[in-house]
T-cell receptor, first 115, second 115 residues
Framework: ELKVEQNPLFLSMQEGKNYTIYCNYSTTSDRLYWYRQDPGKSLESLFV?????AVKQEGRLMASLDTKARLSTLHITAAVHDLSATYFC???????????????FGTGTRLQVTL | EAGVAQSPRYKIIEKRQSVAFWCNPISGHATLYWYQQILGQGPKLLIQFQNNGVVDDSQLPKDRFSAERLKGVDSTLKIQPAKLEDSAVYLC?????????????FGSGTRLTVV
C-alpha cells in the first residue's frame, strides 16, 4: 500500500525567510503533484512533476522530484504572507502499480507566514 | 473551460439520515473520483470511475456509502445512514487521460456536517 508522508506538519515562518517542505513516498512512482488549499477552499494545482530530476518553479515556490530517493521537495524562497495555506503532495503510482491512475495524498503541511 | 461542478456546497444532517451529493466533471473527462477529506487530513480516495464503470472502490464503506455514474458523465455519492464520523468535505475530481500529464481537476467540494 502506497504511503505518503510530509514534514513538517506545521510550519510557522517569518516573511523573507526560506524553507523546504519534504514529501516522502513508499513505492515507486513516476508522477507527483503539489497542491495548495486555502481554508474552506478546494485544491489548487501548483506543480506536476513527471520524471526523475524534474524541477519546476513558479514565483517563490520551487518543486523537485527524486524518484530514486522517493522524495519531493517544495522550497519556499523569501516567504510572503500570501503563501499562508496548507500544501499537499500527492503521488500517482501510475504504470508501476499496475492499477488505474489515482492520487494518494500526504498529510499536508500547514504553512503560516508571519509579518 | 468550465470546472468540476459540485452541489450542494454545504449540508447539515442528523445522524442516521441520508444525504446525496452531485458532481458534474469537465466535459470529456473519462475518469471521475470521489475523495473524502476529514478536517486536518489529506483527501482520501473513496471511489474511482472510468466512464460509467467502477475501477476502484476498495476504500468505500459499502455498508453505508454508494455511488453511481450514469452515462459516464454526472455522478452521485450517497450516504445512508450517516454517522458522526462522516462529517467531512467530499471532493469530486476528474481527469482526461494520465498520458497527457494534465493531471486532475478538483471541484469546490461539499462540506457535510453530521450532528
Amino acid at each position: 500500500e502506497l504511503k505518503v508522508e510530509q514534514n513538517p506538519l506545521f510550519l510557522s515562518m517569518q516573511e523573507g525567510k526560506n524553507y523546504t517542505i519534504y514529501c516522502n513516498y513508499s513505492t515507486t512512482s513516476d508522477r507527483l503533484y503539489w497542491y495548495r488549499q486555502d481554508p474552506g477552499k478546494s485544491l489548487e494545482s501548483l506543480f506536476v512533476l513527471l520524471s526523475n530530476g524534474a524541477v519546476k518553479q513558479e514565483g517563490r515556490l520551487m518543486a523537485s522530484l527524486d524518484t530514486k530517493a522517493r522524495l519531493s521537495t517544495l522550497h519556499i524562497t523569501a516567504a510572503v504572507h500570501d503563501l499562508s495555506a496548507t500544501y499537499f503532495c500527492a503521488v500517482d503510482p501510475g504504470l508501476f502499480s499496475g492499477t488505474a491512475s489515482k492520487l494518494t495524498f500526504g498529510t499536508g503541511t500547514r504553512l503560516q507566514v508571519t509579518l | 473551460e468550465a470546472g468540476v461542478a459540485q452541489s450542494p456546497r454545504y449540508k447539515i444532517i442528523e445522524k442516521r439520515q441520508s444525504v446525496a451529493f452531485w458532481c458534474n466533471p469537465i466535459s470529456g473527462h473519462a475518469t471521475l473520483y470521489w475523495y473524502q477529506q476529514i478536517l486536518g487530513q489529506g483527501p482520501k480516495l473513496l471511489i474511482q470511475f472510468q466512464n460509467n464503470g467502477v475501477v476502484d472502490d476498495s476504500q468505500l464503506p459499502k455498508d453505508r456509502f454508494s455511488a453511481e455514474r450514469l452515462k459516464g458523465v454526472d455522478s452521485t455519492l450517497k450516504i445512508q445512514p450517516a454517522k458522526l464520523e462522516d462529517s467531512a468535505v467530499y471532493l469530486c475530481a476528474s481527469s482526461l487521460d494520465r498520458g497527457t500529464g494534465t493531471g486532475y481537476t478538483f471541484g469546490s467540494g461539499t462540506r457535510l456536517t453530521v450532528v
